[in-house]
């Protein structure tokens, strides 16, 4: 079952629960003139995102299609996207596009952004943050929204299990008991920790988020700095030692 929420003005979440990997699938719609698609999801996901894309904008309007690192649920149905929206233009880093994206997904040569760089669709402009290996892989970025303040961070701050769309009270314990439980088990060390780890997330809260807009789990509203901060003790902690 998809379900769909506003989860701040013109900010649609699109989740998915499978229970399998008991963990939410997430996709954020950002309803605009050029209608923005922050991950597609996996391919077999892709009739419930487009049916729940539906609802809220014509999916043949979708322009641009943004995503953090090359990964199934990041960009798996890119393809698939852009043939049902002419006009859908990927948008990632130069990395992303030359490593994998255009070779592996996209039908049509993505947009690269260069860190630092904004692109503006209508009344609400994204500036693309270059974040290698944060939350993980070589391409990874991030994009921030600037007038909402909204940080659409990807895997940072994963909570698993069946969430809520959004939360005011604090997401990392849930962040900190997700990380523990993978350490134990097939996805151990899920994110790196590595040497410029903490700058690139004291870079990330130097923006100063009010939304934190994760792939997995529920919206956090509330200070972004200080969440960002305190999750960075979270990964020092649980992956900061040999
Ligand atoms: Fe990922
Ligand atoms: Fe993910």
Redesign the pocket.
């Known amino acids: 079952m998809t379900q769909v929420d506003e989860v701040a003005a013109d900010l649609f979440r699109i989740a998915t629960y499978i229970p399998d990997v008991d963990l939410q699938f997430v996709q954020f719609l950002v309803r605009d003139d050029e209608p923005l698609l922050f991950h597609t999801g996996m391919r077999a996901l892709f009739p419930m995102v487009h049916e729940a894309v539906s609802r809220l904008v014509d999916p043949a309007g979708i322009r641009w299609i943004g995503f953090s ?1 090359f ?1 199934a649920d ?1 960009c798996g149905a890119l393809g698939e996207w852009q043939a049902a929206a002419p006009q859908a233009t990927a948008i990632c880093s130069l990395v992303a596009k030359m490593v994998s994206v255009d070779d592996v997904v996209a039908r049509r040569p993505a947009r690269p952004l260069a860190d630092g760089e904004t692109l503006t669709t209508g009344r609400y402009s994204f500036r693309f943050l270059q974040t290698p290996q944060v ?2 892989a070589w391409d990874a970025g991030m994009l921030f929204e600037e007038t909402g303040r909204t940080l659409l961070c ?2 940072l701050f994963q909570q698993n299990g069946q969430t809520a769309a959004r939360t005011t009270t604090e997401v990392v314990s849930r962040f900190r008991d997700m990380l523990r439980a993978y350490q134990e088990g097939p996805f151990a060390w899920y994110l790196p920790y590595a040497s410029h780890t903490e700058a690139t997330l004291q870079r990330l809260a130097d923006l100063r988020p009010n939304i934190l807009a994760t792939m997995h789990g529920a919206t956090y509203e509330g200070d972004g700095a200080q969440a960002i901060q305190d999750l960075a003790a979270v990964m020092r902690e649980v992956l900061g030692r040999p």
């Open positions: 690192h990964e990041e939350p993980h990807s895997d």
